[in-house]
RNA sequence: CGCGGGGUGGAGCAGCCUGGUAGCUCGUUGGGCUCAUAACCCAAAGGUCAGAGGUUCAAAUCCUCUCCCCGCAA
């Protein structure tokens, strides 16, 4: 069968492989265009496109989707089915349309909850316990199609959004190949999705980080664990941004004011939240590294009662 | 040529503007105190101040270039 690959992120690439190695002929990747990134303003090529090169697969990296001139390179390709994982772009009906078995995409996670571009990180940041992988059948709406196959994975306690993501790749490209096999085989029924059930986990933007101290310490330690390792959970002290990137709850009731500085001491800071005690394991300030908290206070003199929270301007 | 910060004993930082004997909080090692300790007290070891060149009687500090790291922005 000729298959199509559409992808672009690190997310993609255990997709892009799994079909490679399947019994099926990619006939043509796309992805999106090189992107500056970085601290100069070099392009970077996205990480599909290098497994492309290497593979020799021809690729395409339209700046538009909806072009009759992309469209006619894809038919080009006479793709049979066209595989979708973290694409980035809405494809329109002329696309969906185009190969005769549909398109499928890959999405991380239990559909019909957590549509959109940052389904795994609002997974943790919700403290879900458990995540996974749905295939489905393309529409033209955001992660509303039909859906084939589903499998679920367990959110640890100690799991980052970092962590979870390379596990639901994986398990992507296993459930991807497994998909294709069944559909040629005639053996799948898609099921739509209960729309009443829908929940919407659009891309994190800067300002997801902000942490809100009023907020019980697990919820707080539940936003540090989707925002890593990006865009991070941050605060401030004065003016001076704090990037958390690991916290733990402490078992005692808060006394102060949320935010406020409760214990410092050699190895440790502890904030009052609004429901409990978070203890700071692991904190950046702006132009230095992370560091665990005992290293940070050897050279910075930070005193209990402050207040965190706001840049005070 | 996107903006900015930084590289100082093993770690994190100060000192640089206003050149002139290398400092702080830890860690390490030895000793002490203690029922005991990650606590406390005393002592010691450990640095070509990223590298190269320049200015100067004298450079961590001023000037130039190189390498590496980080934040913002994308």
């Known amino acids: 069968m000729r298959i199509v690959f559409m992808g672009t992120p690190e997310f993609a690439v255990p997709s892009l492989e799994a079909l490679l190695a399947s019994e099926d002929q990619i006939v043509g990747v796309v992805t999106q265009p090189d992107r500056p990134k970085g601290r100069g303003h070099e392009l970077a090529p996205p990480p599909i496109k290098l497994i492309a090169q290497r593979s020799g697969i021809p690729f395409l990296q339209p700046l538009k989707i909806r072009t009759a001139e992309f469209l006619e390179s894809l038919a080009a390709w006479k793709p049979d089915l066209i595989a979708v994982t973290a694409f980035g772009r809405i494809l329109h009906a002329p696309i969906?349309?185009?190969?005769?078995?549909?398109?499928?995409?890959?999405?991380?996670?239990?559909?019909?909850?957590?549509?959109?571009?940052?389904?795994?990180?609002?997974?943790?940041?919700?403290?879900?316990t458990e995540t996974g992988i749905t295939t489905m059948l393309m529409d033209e709406g955001m992660d509303t199609g039909a859906m084939l196959l589903q499998e679920r994975i367990p959110i640890l306690p100690e799991d980052t959004a970092g962590t979870v993501v390379p596990r639901l790749a994986e398990l992507g490209g296993r459930l991807l190949v497994e998909t294709i096999r069944q559909l040629k085989a005639g053996a799948m029924t898609p099921r739509a999705q209960d729309s009443t059930q829908a929940t919407m986990a659009p891309l994190l933007k800067k300002e997801d980080g902000v942490i809100d101290w009023t907020g019980s310490a697990q919820s707080i330690i539940n936003r540090i664990r989707g925002m890593s390792p990006w865009p991070g959970a941050y605060t401030f002290h004065g003016q001076e941004r704090w990037n958390i990137w690991k916290a733990v709850a402490v078992p005692e009731p808060a006394q102060a004011q949320p935010g406020t500085l409760v214990t410092v001491t050699k190895q440790s800071i502890r904030v009052a939240t609004g429901n409990g005690v978070l203890e700071i394991l692991e904190i950046q300030t702006a132009n230095s590294k992370r560091m665990p908290v005992g290293q940070f206070l050897a050279g910075h003199r930070i005193d209990s009662g402050v207040r965190l929270g706001t840049a005070t301007v």
């Open 96 to 128: 969906l349309n185009l190969p005769s078995m549909g398109c499928v995409n890959v999405h991380g996670s239990l559909l019909p909850k957590y549509r959109g571009a940052a389904p795994v990180q609002w997974a943790v940041i919700n403290g879900e």
